[in-house]
């Protein structure tokens, strides 16, 4: 997976004129390997659609070049440009379905757009229908569909061409968390079994964790982090990744703890905060036993399973010999104690 498919490289991009001139992108650069799902987080207005819209030339730029398949799109005449655009395909939060077409015409329509066989458009958008799952409505209207089978027709619409590149500006943004979840498996299973490359547009970190590879953070139209989601999610080094991760992982390095220890009386034992990072082969809480003689009760926690590791961080009393308890902090640097206010009344 180390072939670069699509190659962004000094995108700038401003709105406007004079003293009304918005800069929304800074210098983008970004390359999308073949097959994988990459994706693009940012809060709103962080330049995320833009920057979608740029590299299907939707939206002209200002400077840089945008390479798919090796070709500069910004060099493409418009014949050519809408033969590669038919390679890349396209999804939003708000379907874009026409309301006067069944779901059959609506999934057929680039295929007419192309002037196809009748023949063969049928046995495509059956096979679509198929794939997506919704093959008893393909005479439905969308105003007889859920939002979760709005996005499959619009996802059978943008693959109708074949694409090799799907792109999902915040495709789940309007669907509730199961569907959300029932969208991002397939988007899954049609990378894994058409090879298709997704670039998957959010503000949303669980998108990132249930389906990216690698994630790249968005800010006032700059990257500042590019990683492999585990990367991100276990060592995020900027600081809006860093918030995004908290999003979904709550470290607040012993705060509650200490905030609970004002109502109750302390437990006892040492409280410590564990990091969590997969790839470790032993489970910290084992080690402490094996290694430390040392009895680790788990006040609170929160781990996620990131590309099938774990992620995250506890919290725990240690319990065991002072000597012990000394000797693990200085071996395990993922532990740190936790300093719990003195107390004043004893
Ligand atoms: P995101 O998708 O991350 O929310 P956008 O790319 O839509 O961000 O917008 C980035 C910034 O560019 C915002 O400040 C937005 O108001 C501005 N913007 C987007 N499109 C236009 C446009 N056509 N004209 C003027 N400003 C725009
Ligand atoms: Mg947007």
Redesign the pocket.
């Known amino acids: 997976m180390s072939e670069e498919l699509i190659e962004i490289r000094g995108l700038r991009k401003s ?2 004129r004079g003293d009304a001139r ?1 800069e ?1 992108l800074k210098g983008i650069d970004l390359s999308v390997h073949r097959g994988e799902v990459m994706g693009v987080i ?10 979608v ?1 740029c590299i299907n030339r939707l939206e002209p730029w200002d400077e840089g070049t945008i390479r798919i398949g090796g070709e500069d799109m910004g060099a493409l005449s418009e014949g050519a440009l809408n033969r590669k655009r038919q390679k890349i395909g396209m999804i939003f939060q708000q379907f874009n379905l026409l309301n006067s077409c069944t779901v059959f015409d609506n999934i057929a329509l680039p295929l007419r757009y192309l002037r196809k066989r009748p023949e063969e458009i049928r046995q495509r958008v059956q096979r679509l229908l198929e794939i997506v799952d919704l093959t008893q409505k393909a005479h439905a209207y969308p105003s007889q569909l859920s939002g979760g089978q709005k996005q499959r027709v619009a996802i059978a619409r943008a693959l109708a061409n074949e694409p090799e590149i799907l792109l999902s ?2 495709a789940t943004s309007a669907l509730d968390p199961q569907t959300t979840e029932s969208i991002l498996r397939l988007l899954r299973r049609l990378n894994r079994e058409l090879g298709l490359t997704i670039i998957v ?1 959010t ?1 949303e970190m669980d998108v990132i964790r249930d389906i990216c590879d690698r994630v790249a953070v ?1 800010e006032k ?1 700059e990257i500042q982090e590019i990683g492999t989601t585990y990367d991100v999610f276990a060592a995020p080094r900027s600081a809006v990744a860093q918030r995004f991760v908290s999003s979904i992982i709550r470290d607040d390095g012993g705060a509650r703890l200490r905030t609970q220890s004002i109502r109750s009386e302390p437990a006892g034992g040492v409280p410590v905060r564990l990091r969590i990072q997969g790839g470790e082969t032993e489970d910290p809480l084992q080690r402490l036993m094996r290694c430390y003689g040392l009895r680790a009760r788990v006040l609170y926690g929160d781990v996620e399973l990131v590309d099938g590791r774990s992620v995250g961080c506890y919290v725990a009393r240690l319990d065991g010999e002072a000597e012990q308890i000394q000797a693990a902090l200085n071996d395990m640097p993922a532990m740190t104690r936790i300093e719990t206010e003195a107390r004043t009344d004893d």
């Open positions: 709105f406007g918005l929304v940012g809060v709103s207005g962080a330049g995320k659609s833009t920057l819209r500006d915040e547009i503000h968005i139209g």
